[in-house]
């Protein structure tokens, strides 16, 4: 591993890629690091059964797509907020004819914000499915797949190598200054005291046909496979 002002770094196998992100999540969690963030890391990494350019693309482009509004969040289609906000312009009118001016503003202001909160998700979902599209199909082509949060911010590539084996460079990098030498301790007390580091996998999938999709052998004893 190398260790740089940019972040941890590991170069090699399908399997020394997800080893490294199982290492720094350990060294997190060890460190007492929770919540959201952590978990969307944690989901993030690379996983052993996972192939980068369908499992790690897909995830990559749905962290990086468009939030959900406060409408999407409710729960509400775009048509549903237009109905409502019909509503309330009707509601404002029949106010101003009861002669009550300060309800009538306030149905007109709902009908407004119901409006707006229709246009914002017609919008973001049109942006996460173009966002999707391109990402997947062109950005993935030219740039590594990254991940990104207020906790961590990781990239993994594939490079060439001569012959059929492949390698992978893959980036991880703490952003809170402190947490990040925390870390780096850790991960040093890991390569130390840990002889040899079982990567977790799922099922009995190993990690080079998990990366490309090559046939790869089975291993006889699944025990070997957790997690020290």
């Known amino acids: 591993m190398e260790e740089s002002v940019s972040g941890f ?15 720094v999540t350990r060294a997190l969690r060890d460190a007492g690091v929770d919540g959201e963030a952590f978990e969307e890391w944690d989901e993030w990494r690379p996983k052993s059964h996972e192939r980068l350019g369908e499992d790690v693309s897909e995830k990559t482009a749905k962290q990086a797509s468009v939030g959900e509004g406060e409408g999407e969040k409710a729960g509400k289609e775009p048509d549903e907020d237009l109905r409502t906000a019909g509503e309330k312009l009707s509601e404002s009118y029949e106010k101003v004819e009861a002669g009550d001016s300060t309800g009538a503003v306030e149905h007109w202001q709902d009908s407004i914000n119901y409006v707006a909160r ?21 950005m993935t082509q030219l740039a ?31 952003n809170d200054d402190e947490l990040k030498s925390e870390v780096s301790a850790r991960l040093a007390e890991y390569a130390d005291r840990v002889d040899r580091w079982h990567v977790d996998t799922e099922k009995q999938t190993e990690s080079v046909e998990a990366a490309e999709g090559v046939e790869a052998p089975r291993k006889e004893d699944e025990s070997k496979s957790t997690t020290t």
Do not use: C, M
């Open 118 to 138: 229709a246009a914002d998700s017609a919008g973001r979902r049109a942006l996460r499915a173009l966002e999707g599209t391109v990402y997947e199909k062109v």
């Open 9 to 23: 770094k590991i170069r090699g196998s399908w399997g020394d890629v997800v080893e490294h992100g199982e290492r």
């Open 144 to 174: 590594p797949y990254y991940f990104d949060n207020e906790l961590v911010s990781a990239n993994v590539q594939k490079t060439a190598r001569g012959g059929d084996e492949e390698e992978f460079i893959f980036e991880v990098n703490v």
